[in-house]
């Protein structure tokens, strides 16, 4: 297997453990992962927000969020338009809520 996507996988079904140092399983990313596919083939549903954000290093991402599910897919815009799955993930605390409202309401036009 490409060593590249063996890391883009484990990126996905793992999250940062800060008391460890380091990245642990995370059952809740792995059961949610099949929902990566559907919410990128369905975006122009209401129940679906996204948007295109310039993170702070001039990065343009695109984010689809199911809110009512809590899971979003992080995309990187290359410099051909093309994009390039980055993350997926559930959001199990507030303050994650409230920043990508946040990077929302800041959404490029």
Same mark, same amino acid.
């Given at each position: 297997?490409?060593?590249?996507?063996?890391?883009?996988?484990?990126?996905?079904? &793992?999250?940062?453990? =800060?008391?460890?140092?380091?990245?642990?399983?995370?059952? !809740?990313?792995? &059961?949610?992962?099949?929902?990566?596919?559907?919410?990128?083939?369905?975006?122009?549903?209401?129940?679906?927000?996204?948007?295109?954000? &310039?993170?702070?290093? *001039?990065?343009? =991402?695109?984010?689809?969020?199911?809110?009512?599910?809590?899971?979003?897919?992080?995309? *990187?815009?290359?410099?051909?338009?093309? !994009?390039?799955?980055?993350?997926?993930?559930?959001?199990?605390?507030?303050?994650?809520?409230?920043?990508?409202?946040? *990077?929302?309401?800041?959404?490029?036009?």
């Amino acid at each position: 297997m490409d060593r590249g996507k063996l890391n883009i996988f484990w990126h996905l079904t &793992e999250r940062d453990d =800060k008391a460890i140092g380091g990245r642990i399983a995370d059952p !809740r990313r792995a &059961e949610r992962l099949a929902w990566a596919r559907p919410m990128l083939d369905h975006v122009s549903d209401p129940n679906i927000l996204h948007w295109d954000y &310039e993170e702070g290093d *001039k990065t343009i =991402k695109t984010y689809v969020w199911l809110q009512d599910f809590d899971l979003v897919v992080i995309l *990187k815009r290359m410099p051909d338009m093309s !994009r390039r799955l980055i993350t997926s993930f559930y959001v199990d605390y507030s303050n994650k809520r409230r920043d990508l409202k946040r *990077k929302y309401d800041q959404r490029l036009p």
